[in-house]
């Protein structure tokens, strides 16, 4: 069965500084991967996804991703935080060749501080 | 394009009460899924649709819950009688066919209080 994990609810820095938010999945075949951010009372952006072309996939707002499969994670990363990616952050995971539905991990909220 | 629309955005109601809870998705998407946000449980699938009928609706709590698609722009999620538990955010998104690589597209959301 397919499931992710988010390592981190809260994770916070300053801005200026790098940004880290770590996920690890779990799948029974090669999986579909996804981030999505929600800023405050908005609906789910995609910010980047997996698509096999390239393990380091390059998102939207400066931030990237890169598919380890040894390791089986998606950590999301940004060089440099800015107040506005203040939000919450889901790792997701599809297990494209079983059915058309997603799994949601439980989130990461990013604070940054000035 | 518009995106997905979803309303109301807001809706208050008593226990008791019946609420319909709108989605329209985006042109052309013919993937409809219903999800609901809690902080203690986080983003929850209730059911999802293709090409207008239901797949799978085993995330629908329970029998108060119910959800239609009567054609390729409109979908309801309806709870009658509402009770306060499921006080939520309701999120709809839509998706084109199958494929490895197709994201869904969410709206903004219904924040349902029931009081």
């Known amino acids: 069965a397919q499931s992710v994990t988010q390592l981190d609810s809260h994770v916070s820095v300053s801005e200026g500084t790098p940004v880290l938010l770590r996920c690890n999945y779990s799948?029974?075949?090669?999986?579909?991967l996804f981030w999505y951010v929600q800023h405050p009372n908005k609906g789910l952006q995609l910010l980047l996804k997996?698509?096999?072309?390239?393990?380091l996939v390059k998102g939207i707002n400066g931030f990237e991703a890169e598919f380890k499969k040894s390791e089986t994670s998606f950590h999301l990363t940004k060089p440099s935080a800015h107040m506005s990616d203040a939000a919450e952050y889901f790792c997701v995971v599809s297990d494209w060749r079983r059915d058309d539905k997603i799994i949601f991990g439980k989130g990461t909220r990013l604070h940054i501080l000035p | 394009d518009a995106g997905v629309i979803q309303s109301p955005r807001h809706e208050v109601t008593e226990m008791g009460q019946e609420v319909t809870l709108r989605c329209k998705p985006i042109s052309g998407h013919d993937y409809l899924f219903w999800y609901r946000q809690t902080m203690m449980r986080g983003l929850e699938l209730l059911i999802y649709f293709n090409n207008n009928v239901p797949i799978d609706d085993s995330g629908m709590p329970e029998d108060r819950f119910s959800a239609k698609m009567p054609n390729a722009s409109f979908s309801t999620l309806k709870i009658q009688p509402s009770e306060p538990r499921d006080s939520a955010v309701y999120f709809c998104?839509?998706?084109?066919?199958?494929?490895?690589?197709?994201?869904?597209?969410f709206g903004p959301g219904t924040r349902l209080t029931v009081l």
């Open positions: 997996y698509t096999s072309a390239a393990t």
């Open positions: 799948s029974s075949y090669s999986p579909s």
């Open positions: 998104a839509s998706r084109t066919t199958s494929g490895r690589y197709n994201e869904q597209f």
